[in-house]
């Protein structure tokens, strides 16, 4: 009789697989769920702000991370010369321009 009761029970650690599998769930579900709403759209703000940037042209009215409006005047390189006033140019790095200003904005 007590082969019988311990035959019934099964050999130890053979249905473990599939427990070590539902324990490792919630901390998948909790990946996949901080991917799609925080690693996600901050790749895809980098990607469209790197377009913009590699987008730049003399003329185009901008805004700088520091909060600067201009229009730029030259490109060279990484340096963006921006004019803030009449006859007030500033050189900032292709880096800190935070957006593009349509004509309306300014």
Same mark, same amino acid.
Not at 5 to 21: E, F, I, K, T, V
Not at 84 to 106: E, F, L, P, Q
């Given at each position: +009789?007590?082969?019988?009761?311990?035959?019934? +029970?099964?050999?130890?650690?053979?249905?473990?697989?599939?427990?070590?599998?539902?324990?490792?769930?919630?901390?998948?579900?909790?990946?996949?769920?901080?991917?799609?709403?925080?690693?996600?759209?901050?790749?895809?703000?980098?990607? =469209?702000?790197?377009?913009?940037?590699?987008?730049?042209?003399?003329? =185009?009215?901008?805004?700088?991370?520091?909060?600067?409006?201009?229009? *730029?005047?030259?490109?060279?390189? =990484?340096? *963006?010369?921006?004019? *803030?006033?009449?006859?007030?140019?500033?050189?900032?790095?292709?880096?800190?321009?935070?957006?593009?200003?349509?004509?309306?904005? +300014?």
């Amino acid at each position: +009789m007590g082969i019988d009761l311990a035959y019934a +029970m099964g050999a130890p650690g053979g249905g473990g697989g599939q427990s070590q599998l539902l324990s490792f769930l919630p901390i998948i579900l909790i990946f996949v769920i901080f991917y799609f709403l925080l690693i996600r759209p901050q790749q895809k703000r980098a990607k =469209d702000h790197r377009n913009l940037l590699s987008n730049l042209k003399e003329g =185009d009215q901008v805004l700088t991370s520091g909060g600067i409006y201009g229009k *730029i005047t030259g490109i060279k390189d =990484d340096k *963006i010369t921006v004019e *803030i006033s009449d006859k007030v140019r500033v050189k900032v790095s292709r880096g800190h321009i935070a957006g593009v200003i349509r004509s309306d904005g +300014m």
